[in-house]
C-alpha cells in the first residue's frame, strides 16, 4: 500500500552492497511495519549484483534508492541516508537482518514517554545461525541511563539494527567514522552518551542473521578497528587503567585468531607494559584456550567477537 505523508516522522536507512539476495528481506520487514508514517531511504553501496532491480520491485513510494558510484563503506552510506533523512527520528537496518512487525512503534510509544535527555532506545534482538537451525540465540536489553562507563568497556547497546535514535544526536555527537572498518556502532554510541542517555523497549523486536563470513577477512576488519577505537579515544580509556589493559588484549587476541604474531606480541606488550602481572594470564589463555578456539575456526569467530 502507498501512503504519502508530507513530513514522514521516522527515517530508515538501509546501507547495502551485493546483498540482493537478502535486502529483499530486509525491505519487507520495514515495510510491514505497524508504524506507518516512516521513509525508506536504501543507500546502494556500488553493488555489482542486481541490488537495484530488487530495492526497485517494491511499489512504495516511502522507499528511496540511491546508489553510490563507487564503494565506500557502510559508515559513508549510512552517513549519506542521514543527510537526505527528513524525520524527526532516525533508524538503521542491516541490509542482511530484519525487524518484527512492531519494532518501531514500540519504539516511538518509549521515546515519546521517556524525559527529553534519553537519545537513544534500542530493543533486544534474536540471533538466528542461518543454515544451521531455526532456534535463535534471544538477548534482552539489560543497560539503561547513562551509559558512559559501560560503552567505555563495550558496544553494550551493540547492533544498528536495534536502535531507534533521535536526528538531532547526530547534530550534537557527528556522524559515523568513516574511517572505522569496524566498530562504528560501539564509536557512535560511546560519542552520543557524553550528550545523551539510553533506554530500552525490552521486546525482542530484531532479527540478527548470522551467515557465510569470511573469517579472515572480518578479522581483518575487527583489528583495525579495535586498534583505532583504542587510539580514538585512548585519553577516556587511560583513565581506566584496567579497562585499557582489556582493550588492549583483545586486540592481541584478535591478531592471534588471525595468526599475526607479530602483531599480537605488540599488543601484548603494550598490556604488560601497563599491569607486568597481565602476561601471566595472556600466556594462559595461549596456551589453555587459543589451542581449543582453532580446533574450530567458526565457533572461535563468533567468540572472540563475543568478548570483543
Same mark, same amino acid.
Given at each position: +500500500?502507498?501512503?504519502?505523508?508530507?513530513?514522514?516522522?521516522?527515517?530508515?536507512?538501509?546501507?547495502?552492497?551485493?546483498?540482493?539476495?537478502?535486502?529483499?528481506?530486509?525491505?519487507?520487514? @520495514?515495510? +510491514?511495519? !505497524?508504524?506507518? &508514517?516512516?521513509?525508506?531511504?536504501?543507500?546502494?553501496?556500488?553493488?555489482?549484483?542486481? !541490488? /537495484?532491480?530488487? @530495492? =526497485?520491485?517494491?511499489?512504495? %513510494?516511502?522507499?528511496?534508492? @540511491?546508489?553510490?558510484?563507487?564503494?565506500?563503506? #557502510?559508515?559513508?552510506?549510512?552517513?549519506?541516508?542521514?543527510?537526505?533523512?527528513?524525520?524527526?527520528?532516525? *533508524?538503521?537496518?542491516?541490509?542482511?537482518? $530484519?525487524?518484527?512487525?512492531?519494532?518501531?512503534?514500540?519504539?516511538? &510509544?518509549?521515546?515519546? !514517554?521517556?524525559?527529553? =535527555?534519553?537519545?537513544?532506545?534500542?530493543?533486544?534482538?534474536?540471533?538466528?545461525?542461518?543454515?544451521?537451525?531455526?532456534?535463535?540465540?534471544?538477548?534482552?536489553?539489560?543497560?539503561? /541511563?547513562?551509559?558512559?562507563?559501560?560503552?567505555?568497556?563495550?558496544? !553494550?547497546? /551493540?547492533?544498528?539494527?536495534?536502535?531507534?535514535?533521535?536526528?538531532?544526536?547526530?547534530?550534537?555527537?557527528?556522524?559515523?567514522?568513516?574511517?572505522?572498518?569496524?566498530?562504528?556502532?560501539?564509536?557512535?554510541?560511546?560519542?552520543?552518551?557524553?550528550?545523551? %542517555?539510553?533506554?530500552?523497549?525490552?521486546?525482542?523486536?530484531?532479527?540478527?542473521?548470522?551467515?557465510?563470513?569470511?573469517?579472515?577477512?572480518?578479522?581483518?576488519?575487527?583489528?583495525?578497528?579495535?586498534?583505532? +577505537?583504542? $587510539? =580514538?579515544?585512548?585519553?577516556?580509556?587511560?583513565?581506566?587503567?584496567?579497562?585499557?589493559?582489556?582493550?588492549?588484549?583483545?586486540?592481541?587476541?584478535?591478531?592471534?585468531? =588471525?595468526?599475526?604474531?607479530?602483531? *599480537? @606480541?605488540?599488543?601484548?606488550?603494550?598490556?604488560?607494559?601497563?599491569?607486568?602481572?597481565?602476561?601471566?594470564?595472556?600466556?594462559?589463555?595461549?596456551?589453555?584456550?587459543?589451542?581449543?578456539? #582453532?580446533?574450530?575456526?567458526?565457533? *572461535?569467530?563468533?567468540?572472540?567477537?563475543?568478548?570483543?
Amino acid at each position: +500500500m502507498n501512503i504519502n505523508h508530507s513530513i514522514p516522522e521516522v527515517s530508515v536507512i538501509i546501507s547495502t552492497c551485493n546483498r540482493a539476495h537478502l535486502v529483499g528481506r530486509a525491505i519487507k520487514s @520495514v515495510l +510491514m511495519q !505497524t508504524f506507518r &508514517n516512516f521513509e525508506l531511504i536504501v543507500v546502494d553501496d556500488a553493488s555489482e549484483d542486481n !541490488t /537495484g532491480e530488487v @530495492v =526497485k520491485s517494491f511499489q512504495d %513510494e516511502r522507499i528511496k534508492y @540511491v546508489r553510490h558510484g563507487s564503494n565506500e563503506g #557502510a559508515p559513508h552510506a549510512r552517513n549519506e541516508g542521514i543527510k537526505l533523512a527528513q524525520g524527526e527520528y532516525i *533508524a538503521f537496518l542491516d541490509d542482511d537482518d $530484519e525487524w518484527m512487525t512492531e519494532k518501531l512503534e514500540k519504539q516511538l &510509544n518509549k521515546i515519546k !514517554t521517556s524525559p527529553s =535527555k534519553v537519545g537513544v532506545i534500542y530493543s533486544g534482538i534474536e540471533v538466528i545461525e542461518d543454515g544451521e537451525s531455526d532456534i535463535g540465540i534471544k538477548k534482552c536489553p539489560e543497560y539503561k /541511563g547513562d551509559l558512559r562507563n559501560q560503552l567505555l568497556k563495550r558496544s !553494550t547497546v /551493540g547492533s544498528v539494527s536495534k536502535v531507534l535514535v533521535k536526528r538531532e544526536c547526530f547534530d550534537k555527537a557527528g556522524m559515523f567514522d568513516e574511517n572505522l572498518r569496524s566498530c562504528q556502532d560501539w564509536d557512535m554510541w560511546l560519542r552520543i552518551s557524553k550528550y545523551y %542517555e539510553f533506554d530500552f523497549a525490552p521486546e525482542i523486536l530484531v532479527k540478527i542473521h548470522m551467515h557465510g563470513v569470511q573469517i579472515s577477512r572480518d578479522l581483518d576488519a575487527l583489528i583495525a578497528g579495535r586498534a583505532r +577505537m583504542v $587510539e =580514538k579515544h585512548m585519553s577516556e580509556f587511560s583513565q581506566y587503567p584496567e579497562l585499557i589493559v582489556v582493550h588492549l588484549k583483545r586486540i592481541g587476541k584478535l591478531c592471534c585468531m =588471525k595468526g599475526d604474531w607479530i602483531g *599480537a @606480541v605488540s599488543w601484548f606488550k603494550r598490556a604488560i607494559k601497563i599491569n607486568k602481572l597481565e602476561i601471566i594470564k595472556i600466556i594462559a589463555w595461549c596456551i589453555f584456550e587459543l589451542p581449543l578456539l #582453532a580446533l574450530n575456526r567458526r565457533r *572461535a569467530f563468533k567468540d572472540v567477537r563475543r568478548v570483543s
